[in-house]
């Protein structure tokens, strides 16, 4: 008798432990989804035909963003290519915004043509 409730123990303990397991996956995808709401706002970047990358989890703000608004100041297009999805073009005072609704833009790659120029502007949110 005694050796059947040692195993109905260490089943309980077993499905606790898968329990207690899916509910910090749960909490942490939660996390990731639900904006903090912190703003942040970028120093206006010049833009050739050089491709500049900006990391956001490698410098500030050292996290991921729900959520960014790319303004392109002009005088040419500028193509923007957040994370590793396919590249977007921006033309002279327009601005896109990329919203991912969970903490998932790790970076943005900015580029123009060559022999042009541009300056962009980003603001976002984590």
């Given at each position: 008798m005694a050796e059947k409730e040692e195993k109905v123990?260490?089943?309980?303990?077993?499905?606790?432990?898968l329990i207690?397991?899916?509910?910090?996956?749960?909490?942490e995808l939660q996390q990731q989804q639900i904006?903090?709401?912190?703003?942040?706002n970028f120093e206006d970047v010049a833009v050739t035909s050089e491709p500049k990358r900006l990391s956001f989890t490698s410098n500030r703000p050292y996290h991921a963003l729900?959520?960014?608004d790319v303004y392109?100041?002009?005088?040419?297009?500028?193509?923007v290519r957040v994370n590793d999805s396919e590249e977007i073009t921006i033309e002279p005072y327009r601005?896109?915004?990329f919203d991912y609704k969970r903490a998932a833009i790790k970076s943005v790659q900015l580029r123009t043509k060559t022999d042009e120029s541009a300056t962009v502007d980003i603001t976002g949110l984590y």
């Open positions: 123990a260490t089943a309980e303990v077993g499905i606790l432990t207690n397991s899916k509910l910090r996956q749960i909490l904006p903090e709401g912190v703003p942040v729900f959520r960014i392109n100041a002009g005088p040419n297009n500028a193509y601005t896109i915004p």
